[in-house]
Structures are given as structure tokens and as C-alpha cells.
């Protein structure tokens, strides 16, 4: 039972991280197209 609890725990915490490293993408990437659209125009 303690084994199947851990591994629970560690997919939930990969799941976590994952979507915490694709929001940090997401915002680097929008920030960077805001940046290169204000030194286009």
C-alpha cells in the first residue's frame, strides 16, 4: 500500500511540474513575441 501511495505521489508531482514548465514556456514565449512585435512597429 505504502509503495502504490509513493508511487501516486510521484506522478502527481511529475504531472505538477510539467504543467509548471509549460506555463513558464507559454509566458516566455508570449513575452517574447510582445517584445519583438514592440520593436518591430
Not at 511540474?17 to 514565449?29: D, G, R, S
Request: aromatic share 18%.
Amino acid at each position: 500500500v505504502g509503495e502504490l501511495k509513493l508511487v501516486l505521489f510521484y506522478q502527481i508531482h511529475k504531472l505538477k511540474n510539467y504543467a509548471f514548465c509549460t506555463a513558464l514556456t507559454k509566458l516566455f514565449l508570449f513575452r517574447i513575441e510582445k517584445y519583438s512585435n514592440k520593436s518591430s512597429s
